[in-house]
């Protein structure tokens, strides 16, 4: 009976252990291994007001309420510990109880901003907030029920899409990983607006200039005179809007429209200089069919063109 026992031991106990190699083969750990260390903390934030949203900088300025909230702390002896990562900010304490904990935050903050579809572009406003213990001691986690925006919230020149709340693990050099909280709210420019500050006074001046296809070759003054105002107010456009943007390594979807809109220009103002020489040796009627010809090559230029900034 004894070696029965014995027995009986010994096989329980290769069992836990191949139970064990196999867990961290897969890359999981026995759950006892922080669980007397580890703490959960509740976090939200509910945001009452959005200030500048400076797209020079990647800056914007947000109002909010942000309460931590825990069954295994007692905030009353020793406050969450956490910092804000990609902001400046001033807190102001509202209320301290033993397992809740809320101050209001008013601050700078910074986000690299995606301008690949200016002027219809989406931005991401972010708060992030990470704790000062490491993720094997404390581990937030989203209140989702609480976390939201004010009704009353409103951002000039914006419209407010949705908001969201995210829980990551950042890892630094030193191998050590701590627990991330991540609050944003998507914003995007209104269409309508947006479409007739930018490119509708682009498509006006683009088609004034390719009238000129339409004027008798022989008129030289008159269409290279149009082909060249237009093109300047159609480049002062072009730079009104860059001087909106940061300096930015990418072409955004203005940019392109307007890429396709010099390729018309160019194809016009050629159009003009070859009719010229044609006349000037008494070939009129060979001037009319080149004029005929690069006008009918236009939607070949938009097409072309497009499908290659596709690629781009």
């Given at each position: 009976?004894?070696?029965?026992?014995?027995?009986?031991?010994?096989?329980?106990?290769?069992?836990?252990?191949?139970?064990?190699?196999?867990?961290?083969?897969?890359?999981?750990?026995?759950?006892?291994?922080?669980?007397?260390?580890?703490?959960?903390?509740?976090?939200?934030?509910?945001?009452?007001?959005?200030?500048?949203?400076?797209?020079?900088?990647?800056?914007?300025?947000?109002?909010?309420?942000?309460?931590?909230?825990?069954?295994?702390?007692?905030?009353?002896?020793?406050?969450?510990?956490?910092?804000?990562?990609?902001?400046?900010?001033?807190?102001?304490?509202?209320?301290v109880e033993p397992n809740y904990y809320e101050?209001?935050?008013?601050?700078?903050?910074?986000?690299?901003?995606?301008?690949?579809?200016?002027?219809?572009?989406?931005?991401?406003?972010?708060?992030?907030?990470?704790?000062?213990?490491?993720?094997?001691?404390?581990?937030?986690?989203?209140?989702?029920?609480?976390?939201?925006?004010?009704?009353?919230?409103?951002?000039?020149?914006?419209?407010?899409?949705?908001?969201?709340?995210?829980?990551?693990?950042?890892?630094?050099?030193?191998e050590k990983s701590y627990s991330r909280y991540?609050?944003?709210?998507?914003?995007?420019?209104?269409?309508?607006?947006?479409?007739?500050?930018?490119?509708?006074?682009?498509?006006?001046?683009?088609?004034?200039?390719?009238?000129?296809?339409?004027?008798?070759?022989?008129?030289?003054?008159?269409?290279?005179?149009?082909?060249?105002?237009?093109?300047?107010?159609?480049?002062?456009?072009?730079?009104?809007?860059?001087?909106?943007?940061?300096?930015?390594?990418?072409?955004?979807?203005?940019?392109?429209?307007?890429?396709?809109?010099?390729?018309?220009?160019?194809?016009?103002?050629?159009?003009?200089?070859?009719?010229?020489?044609?006349?000037?040796?008494?070939?009129?009627?060979?001037?009319?069919?080149?004029?005929?010809?690069?006008?009918?090559?236009?939607?070949?230029?938009?097409?072309?063109?497009?499908?290659?900034?596709?690629?781009?």
């Open positions: 009976m004894l070696q029965l026992h014995r027995a009986f031991l010994a096989v329980s106990a290769a069992i836990l252990m191949l139970n064990t190699v196999a867990m961290q083969a897969y890359g999981q750990e026995p759950d006892i291994l922080h669980s007397d260390m580890q703490k959960k903390y509740e976090i939200g934030i509910y945001l009452l007001n959005v200030g500048k949203v400076d797209l020079q900088t990647g800056s914007y300025d947000l109002d909010f309420y942000m309460w931590i909230k825990s069954n295994e702390a007692d905030f009353t002896q020793s406050k969450p510990k956490f910092e804000f990562m990609n902001g400046r900010v001033t807190t102001e304490v509202l209320t101050v209001r935050v008013k601050g700078n903050f910074l986000k690299n901003m995606n301008f690949q579809k200016y002027p219809f572009e989406q931005l991401f406003l972010t708060v992030e907030v990470e704790g000062i213990d490491d993720i094997d001691k404390m581990v937030f986690v989203p209140d989702a029920d609480a976390t939201g925006i004010d009704k009353l919230v409103n951002i000039p020149g914006w419209r407010l899409v949705s908001s969201d709340s995210t829980i990551t693990e950042h890892q630094y050099p030193d991540i609050f944003s709210i998507t914003i995007e420019r209104f269409f309508l607006s947006s479409f007739l500050k930018t490119i509708f006074p682009v498509l006006i001046i683009t088609t004034i200039a390719m009238l000129a296809f339409w004027m008798s070759p022989t008129n030289f003054t008159s269409r290279i005179g149009l082909g060249a105002s237009t093109l300047l107010a159609a480049v002062a456009a072009h730079l009104n809007a860059a001087n909106q943007l940061p300096p930015i390594g990418y072409l955004t979807l203005f940019d392109k429209i307007m890429i396709i809109a010099y390729a018309l220009f160019l194809n016009n103002l050629l159009s003009m200089v070859i009719q010229m020489r044609l006349i000037d040796h008494d070939q009129k009627e060979d001037a009319v069919r080149v004029n005929a010809r690069m006008r009918k090559l236009m939607p070949v230029i938009i097409i072309a063109i497009f499908f290659a900034l596709l690629l781009v």
